[in-house]
C-alpha cells in the first residue's frame, strides 16, 4: 500500500515539475524586485520556478505515515534513495532543457542554481523532514537578496546569478549539494540497516 501511495505521489510531482519547468520556458526571463536592505534586486522567474522544483523533488519523499517508514529496512528504504535520485534528475534534466532555448550558458546558470537549491531542500529534509523542504530555498533567498548583490550586481558565490565562468558560485552549489546528501544520508542511515552514529 505505502509503495502504491509513493508511486502516486512520484507521479504528481513529476507532472507538476513539468509544469513549472514549461512555464520557466515561457517567462522564465520576465523579473520581479526583491527589496533587501533598500536597494530592490532583479530576480528573474526563472531562479525560483527552479527552486519550486528542487522543493518539489524532495518533497515528494515525504511519508504520511513517517513513524512505519523508520522502520524500513531493506527494499524500502533503498527505493528512498533511487527516488530520490531519479526526481533529482528529472529536475535537473527539466531545468536545463527550460533554460536551453534562450543559450548553454544560461542552461549552466540554471543547473548550478538547482544544484544548490535541491542541496538546501535536502539540508532540511535531513534536519527536520521532507515536508518542510521549502525552509531551505527560502532561506537561500534571503541570502542571496541580503548579501548577493552588493553594489547592484552578483557575487562571485551568488549561486543563482553569477555568471556561469565563477568558480565561487560552482563551489557553494556543490557544497550544499553536499551536505544536503550527507544530512539526508545521516538521517536515513537506519532505515537503510546501518548503524545509527
Same mark, same amino acid.
Given at each position: ?16 515539475? #513539468? ?7 515561457? !517567462? ?18 526563472? @531562479?525560483?520556478?527552479?527552486?519550486? !522544483? ?27 534513495? =533511487? ?8 529536475? @535537473? ?14 542552461? @549552466? ?23 518542510? #523542504? ?9 541570502? !542571496? ?21 565563477? #568558480? ?6 556543490? #557544497? =550544499? ?21
Amino acid at each position: 500500500m505505502r509503495l502504491y501511495v509513493r508511486s502516486r505521489r512520484l507521479l504528481a510531482a513529476g507532472a507538476v515539475m #513539468a509544469v513549472l519547468a514549461v512555464i520557466s520556458a515561457v !517567462i522564465g526571463t520576465n523579473m520581479f524586485t526583491l527589496v533587501s536592505r533598500g536597494d530592490p534586486v532583479a530576480v528573474p522567474y526563472l @531562479l525560483v520556478l527552479d527552486a519550486f !522544483i528542487a522543493v518539489l523533488a524532495v518533497g515528494s519523499l515525504a511519508s504520511p505515515v513517517p513513524a512505519m517508514d523508520r522502520g524500513d529496512v531493506g527494499i524500502l528504504a533503498r527505493a528512498r534513495w =533511487l527516488h530520490l535520485a531519479g526526481m533529482g534528475v528529472l529536475g @535537473l534534466v527539466l531545468v536545463a532543457a527550460a533554460s536551453l532555448p534562450r543559450s548553454g550558458m544560461c542552461a @549552466l546558470e540554471a543547473g548550478r542554481a538547482y544544484l544548490a537549491w535541491f542541496g538546501l531542500a535536502l539540508l532540511v529534509a535531513g534536519a527536520l523532514r521532507e515536508s518542510l #523542504a521549502a525552509i531551505g530555498p527560502l532561506a537561500g533567498f534571503f541570502v !542571496i537578496a541580503w548579501f548577493g548583490h552588493p553594489a547592484g550586481a552578483p557575487t562571485s558565490w551568488n549561486w543563482g546569478q553569477a555568471p556561469v565562468t565563477e #568558480a565561487g558560485s560552482w563551489a557553494v552549489a556543490v #557544497a =550544499l549539494l553536499t551536505a544536503g546528501l550527507f544530512a539526508c544520508a545521516r538521517r536515513w542511515r537506519g532505515g537503510l540497516g546501518l548503524p545509527r552514529p
